[in-house]
């Protein structure tokens, strides 16, 4: 009877796995497209003036607002020249954060964002995703504009954190484990959605672990896996957007939610989306969110830090489906320029007139 040892074995129990493919390391993709010296001076100065904002030591109001997310980085930045202009004329009222979300959680399947699928015909070239987002972010930045972005994928916040200046963990990943863990190490405040079926206290949950210290398994930034220690995030804040019962901007959820945070021993002062479940993802009804909630900061209500809203150069949103996309094809010229692909946006008009209500709001307040 032959002895067979486990390596003459070799036997493959990885029965689903189809690919492997090797990725650039963190540390490659930063010393090809590094943060200069001013950027990096202005990302930190920018995370410290949210930070400000969300205390309520600066009486701005933080308006995060921006495409949902950035399908063509062209567009993407003809955006951001207007809402950095846009940004500059209101800033001793508000201060504008640029929505950059190149990662995108589904609720079953679709497009994942210009990280996943840069080509958006499901070729899924995350090493051209990454190079590209990260070139995105260093030009947006150029523009003086702060970042933010949704941080999905644990990995990819070592490929991209470093220019960001405000973060959201959604309302799909608010409970993880793995995404709490993540933000006590990310050096922005970062901000956590209520869950979609409208649960705040897993937000409150999520804050309070996110605060803590934390030990975990992650990547080095030469790609190793390694034993993560963090000092724990004291910026992690709530985000109520709304849930499968129902909007939740209105005044009573939310002086519920900021006391609920104040009595777990978090910043009592919230962000409030404009959009998903507040404005049941309809463009025009988030702008009618907008306004009421300009009226209640116009009277004095101090709960309210900032806003989210989804805004791009065309107003609504276009069907994308990278499985129907034909090889080789263009699919950018079978696109509306400027439109979202993901969640309908208010176009740029309307957008630049919020701000302005807004920024009227924060003025009458004083
Ligand atoms: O913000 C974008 C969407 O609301 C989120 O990614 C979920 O999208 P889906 O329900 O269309 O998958
Ligand atoms: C996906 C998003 O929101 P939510 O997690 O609230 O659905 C988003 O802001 O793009």
Redesign the pocket.
């Known amino acids: 009877m032959s002895i067979v040892t486990a390596t003459e074995q070799r036997i493959n129990t990885n029965e689903r796995v189809l690919g492997i493919t090797e990725l650039p390391t963190p540390a490659e993709l930063l010393a090809e497209l590094p943060v200069g010296d001013a950027q990096g001076y202005r990302i930190m100065r920018a995370r410290q003036e949210v930070r400000a904002v969300l205390s309520g030591l600066d009486e701005r109001l933080l308006v995060i607002i921006g495409p ?2 950035i399908h063509d980085p062209a567009a993407g930045l003809e955006y951001a020249v207007s809402l950095a202009a846009a940004a500059k004329e209101h800033e001793g009222e508000l201060l504008v954060v640029m929505r950059s ?1 190149f990662e ?7 497009w994942k964002g210009l990280v996943n699928d840069p080509h958006l015909d499901g070729s899924h070239d995350m090493a051209s995703g990454l190079r590209t987002a990260r070139e995105f972010m260093l030009a947006a930045s150029d523009l003086g504009l702060p970042l933010a972005t ?1 941080f999905l994928e644990p990995i990819s916040a070592q490929y991209l954190s470093d220019v960001i200046s405000w973060g959201a963990i ?3 990943t608010t409970e993880s484990q793995t995404h709490r863990q993540l933000v006590s190490g990310l050096s922005m405040p970062v901000g956590f959605k209520n869950g979609t079926d409208g649960s705040v206290q897993v937000a409150i949950d999520a804050c309070q672990a996110a605060s803590a210290p934390q030990s975990f398994m992650g990547i080095s930034e030469e790609g190793r896996t390694s034993i993560v220690e963090t000092a724990g995030n004291q910026d992690a804040h709530l985000i109520l957007r709304g849930g499968a019962d129902g909007p939740n901007f209105a005044e009573e959820p939310v002086a519920q939610a900021s006391a609920a945070m104040e009595s777990a021993g978090m910043n009592p002062r919230v962000i409030v989306d404009a ?2 479940a507040n404005s049941g ?1 309809s463009h025009v009804r988030q702008g009618e969110v907008i306004e009421a909630l300009a009226e209640r900061i116009a009277a004095g209500d101090h709960t309210i830090a900032g806003i989210m809203a ?1 805004s791009f150069l065309v107003a609504g949103a276009q069907k994308h489906d990278p499985d129907l996309v034909a090889a080789g094809s263009d699919v950018l010229s079978h696109l509306t320029y400027g439109q979202s692909v ?2 309908a946006c208010m176009g740029w008009d309307k957008s630049a007139e919020l701000l302005e209500i807004l920024a009227g709001a924060v003025r009458a307040a004083r």
Do not use: N
């Not at 995108?104 to 679709?110: E, Q």
């Open positions: 949902c997310s979300y995108k959680p589904r609720t079953t399947v679709g949704e959604g309302a799909r959009s998903h993802k989804e993901t969640d």
